[in-house]
Nanobody, 125 residues
Framework: QVQLVESGGGLVQAGTSLTLSCEGSARTFTGYAMGWFRQVPGKEREFVASISDGGGRPNYADSVKGRFAIRRDNAKNTVYLQMTSLKPEDTAVYYC??????????????????WGQGTQVTVSS
């Protein structure tokens, strides 16, 4: 079971910024593409952003493109989601996850079945 711990969420005003962190162990992090997702009650979890194991090929949902940035620090086994110009519709629980296949060079990621606790982001108008 992949163990990832998300943190950094909180209550912020619209237009401000927030950075989320997701920390894993070397075993679960090294060599794996990472992704951020979010979910609001009553809706399915949706993709937000992904990044390859080496830190390249960032990909974003259209709804966050130009406002969010994903990056990773492999030395710290941590992936970050830098969120700017936050909107009330960004309110959700944010989760991170890993691609199932280590050193995968494609972009059609297959995410692990297990999820962490997530971190709540609430954006007030």
């Amino acid at each position: 079971q992949v163990q990832l711990v998300e943190s950094g969420g909180g209550l912020v005003q619209a237009g401000t910024s927030l950075t989320l962190s997701c920390e894993g162990s070397a075993r679960t992090f090294t060599g794996y593409a990472m992704g951020w997702f979010r979910q609001v009650p009553g809706k399915e979890r949706e993709f937000v952003a992904s990044i390859s194991d080496g830190g390249g090929r960032p990909n974003y949902a259209d709804s966050v493109k130009g406002r969010f940035a994903i990056r990773r620090d492999n030395a710290k086994n941590t992936v970050y989601l830098q969120m700017t110009s936050l909107k009330p519709e960004d309110t959700a629980v944010y989760y991170c996850n890993t691609e199932k296949r280590p050193w995968y060079t494609g972009t059609d990621y297959t995410w692990n079945d297990s999820w962490g606790q997530g971190t709540q982001v609430t954006v007030s108008s």
